[in-house]
Nanobody
Framework: QVQLVESGGGSVQAGGSLTLSCVAT????????MAWFRQAPGKGREGIAT???????EYRNSVKGRFTISKDDAKNTLYLQMNNLEPADTAVYHC??????????????????WGRGTQVTVCS
């Protein structure tokens, strides 16, 4: 059974840090494109970062220099290190995966495998 399970969310003060994890089962993360998305209340789902099977990484402009996506293929786990968090980063964060062949994108409709999400709340 294919499953993505996120963890690591929580409440932090502005300027703080969190690291999110996403454990994948039923797929091999080394061959899939993996990504992080977020959805704030009343807003659409927006792409944060992608990491392709060859290690190519893309970030949303608003998180460049603050967020780092990485993965450990031995553990089939995707990570998102978030530093210098801002209240605007408050959202439910989801990981997503897409099977090859796939052109990495921050457009959420391109991904067919999703986790249920973890809440991140940043207080000012």
């Amino acid at each position: 059974q294919v499953q993505l399970v996120e963890s690591g969310g929580g409440s932090v003060q502005a300027g703080g840090s969190l690291t999110l994890s996403c454990v994948a089962t039923g797929i091999t993360s080394s061959t899939y494109t993996m990504a992080w998305f977020r959805q704030a209340p009343g807003k659409g789902r927006e792409g944060i970062a992608t990491i392709d099977s060859d290690g190519t990484i893309e970030y949303r402009n608003s998180v460049k220099g603050r967020f780092t996506i990485s993965k450990d293929d031995a553990k089939n786990t995707l990570y998102l290190q978030m530093n210098n968090l801002e209240p605007a980063d408050t959202a439910v964060y989801h990981c997503a995966a897409a099977a090859p062949p796939f052109v990495a994108t921050l457009v959420h409709t391109a991904y067919e495998i999703w986790g249920r999400g973890t809440q991140v709340t940043v207080c000012s």
